[in-house]
Nanobody, 125 residues
Framework: QVRLVESGGGVVQAGDSLRLSCVAS????????LGWFRQAPGREREFVAA???????SYKESVKGRFSISRDNAKNTVILHMNSLKPEDTAVYYC???????????????????WGQGTQLTVSS
């Protein structure tokens, strides 16, 4: 059974940095893209960042230059480094996994088949 477990959320102040981690287990993740999505109260779940098996990545426009995604394929782990956090970054952050063969970087939630339970990030002003 595939399992994705996020960690690292919390309460921070605007301008702070934080790192979210997601560990995947239950199968081999060769060729899988790993992504981060977020959902704020009353809003749709939205794409934040994703990284292909190859290392190709993609970011939501509003987080470019502030967030960085990386992965450790040997540990089935994906990390979201977040800098210069803003109150509008407040949301539940979800890790997701989907098989795309290595290069493709899917950016919609429908393209991912496995999801974590989420971790809350609150950024105070």
């Amino acid at each position: 059974q595939v399992r994705l477990v996020e960690s690292g959320g919390g309460v921070v102040q605007a301008g702070d940095s934080l790192r979210l981690s997601c560990v995947a287990s239950g199968r081999t993740f060769t060729g899988y893209a790993l992504g981060w999505f977020r959902q704020a109260p009353g809003r749709e779940r939205e794409f934040v960042a994703a990284i292909a098996w190859s290392g190709h990545n993609s970011y939501k426009e509003s987080v470019k230059g502030r967030f960085s995604i990386s992965r450790d394929n040997a540990k089935n782990t994906v990390i979201l480094h977040m800098n210069s956090l803003k109150p509008e970054d407040t949301a539940v952050y979800y890790c997701a996994a989907g098989w795309y063969g290595g290069i493709m970087v899917p950016t919609t939630s429908a393209q991912y088949e496995h999801w974590g339970q989420g971790t809350q990030l609150t950024v105070s002003s």
